[in-house]
């Protein structure tokens, strides 16, 4: 696949609020926040969308969601709750073709998530 924006901030070639990082995967601020912490915990390792991740890439997956819950305990921001969201593709509306766990925490968060009112057909 060609490389994302999230290629950039993985090889520092551009900047980013990194608030954790390990060899497999990196946590940053989201540009454009949903809630008061918004953040994006993605794979080193470059995968297009949900629909591209391989059977070994299992505990890589995993691996992200224990990152986004680290990063959260580290700000106080685990126990009072928060979501995590990976949208794909263009009903999803993913617009970063390398695959990213979105982490939203610090306020409460409605639920559908959902603001665009389509009738559900
Ligand atoms: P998607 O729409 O693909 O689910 O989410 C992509 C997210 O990446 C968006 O929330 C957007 O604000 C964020 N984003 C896009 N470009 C950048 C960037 O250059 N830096 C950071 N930190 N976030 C970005």
């Not at 609020?17 to 540009?31: G, S, V």
């Not at 070994?56 to 959260?72: F, K, M, N, Q, S």
Request: charge should be negative; hydrophobic fraction near 40%; glycine fraction near 6%.
């Amino acid at each position: 696949m060609s490389d994302t924006i999230f290629t950039k901030i993985i090889n520092k070639d551009i900047p980013a609020d990194i608030l954790y990082e390990d060899d497999i995967a990196l946590a940053f601020k989201d540009i454009n926040p949903q809630a008061p912490m918004h953040f994006l915990v993605i794979p080193k390792k470059a995968i297009a969308t949900i629909n591209d991740i391989e059977r070994e890439d299992r505990e890589l997956v995993g691996h992200l969601t224990w990152v986004a819950a680290h990063v959260l305990k580290e700000h106080g921001l685990a126990e009072q709750g928060f979501r995590t969201v990976m949208n794909c593709n263009e009903y999803g509306g993913q617009t970063v073709y390398h695959i990213h766990l979105h982490v939203l925490a610090g306020k409460p968060l409605g639920w559908p998530p959902y603001s665009d009112k389509l009738k559900i057909e």
